[in-house]
């Protein structure tokens, strides 16, 4: 019986249970990147998504699994308030690898309602406003995106944040928001140094954003990610209004998107 067909019969707790037993039976945290991503395609075909704002480690994963001929999906989330350079860099990966790129963008209807209410900048008024716009434009496209899925592929990485040298694993269970289903949340590059990964990037000709270029360490929206200058940490470029905030251990340059890992 394949993956699929036990997943058409099963029932949320079962299914719940084999993702969980995934986790406690096999040596995820074990395997290496490439194989992670191999073994995710074959137990989730058509059902694991890779996610990615097209930071080195996305495009890295992205070229990992096209050269292995991998059944993995690729998908975006289109804020609609991204940089033109990311529209185009869209265009120019899915060219490269003839691969299409799920962009996934949010209800119009709720991002009308929030400028109505919030105005177009809300998120410089406060972090609580901020996290309300990402979760409009990012969380909640997130969460329909994963309602197709049932593995979620993302490029967090130990040295990336303190925050997440704490919290992220190579393989761990969230909930679907809204229901009881749990989904398999994958870092297949989370013990990655930075020289590991721009080794691998350039050793593979993997393409390279062009906001890199410009400064930019990390990107998403316009305004909200801005280039760093020599000196600063790489995630400072984020909400620079925010810099010197940090309560309750949360991290003030996290957008919520990564919190339940
Ligand atoms: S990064 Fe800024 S513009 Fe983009 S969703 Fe978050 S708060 Fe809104």
Redesign the pocket.
């Known amino acids: 019986m394949t993956a699929r067909a036990i997943e058409e019969n099963e029932s949320i707790e079962e299914r719940n249970e084999r993702l969980a037993g995934y986790i406690s039976d096999l040596d995820l945290e074990g395997m290496s990147a490439p194989a992670l991503l191999r073994w995710a395609s074959e137990v989730f075909p058509g059902r694991a998504v890779l996610n990615t704002s097209f930071q080195y480690t996305g495009t890295a994963m992205i070229h990992m699994a096209m050269s292995q001929g991998l059944d993995l999906r690729f998908a975006t989330l289109d804020?609609l308030?991204l940089h033109p350079e990311t529209y185009a860099f869209i265009a120019e990966v899915q060219g490269r690898y003839g691969c299409e790129i799920e962009v996934i963008q949010p209800k119009r209807g709720d991002v009308q309602r929030m400028i109505e209410r919030h105005g177009e900048y809300l998120?410089f008024d406060s972090k609580e406003k901020?996290e309300h716009?990402?979760q409009v434009?990012?969380d909640w496209p997130n969460n329909a995106l994963l309602n197709t899925a049932d593995c979620w592929i993302s490029g967090q990485r130990w040295d990336q944040s303190e925050y997440r040298k704490e919290t992220a694993k190579k393989a761990v269970l969230i909930g679907e928001y809204g229901t009881r289903r749990q989904i398999l949340k994958l870092n297949p590059l989370v013990d990655w140094s930075e020289e590991q990964l721009m080794e691998y990037v350039e050793g593979h000709d993997v393409p390279v954003h062009p906001l890199y270029d410009q400064g930019y360490p990390s990107f998403?929206?316009i305004?909200?990610a801005t280039p760093v200058r020599p000196g600063e940490h790489k995630r400072a470029g984020r909400w620079r209004w925010f810099n010197e905030r940090r309560e309750d251990g949360d991290d003030p340059k996290e957008?919520g998107l990564h919190y339940n890992i």
Do not use: A, S, V, Y
Request: aromatic share 8%; net charge positive.
């Open positions: 804020t308030r998120f901020q716009c990402c434009r990012k998403g929206c305004i909200c957008c």
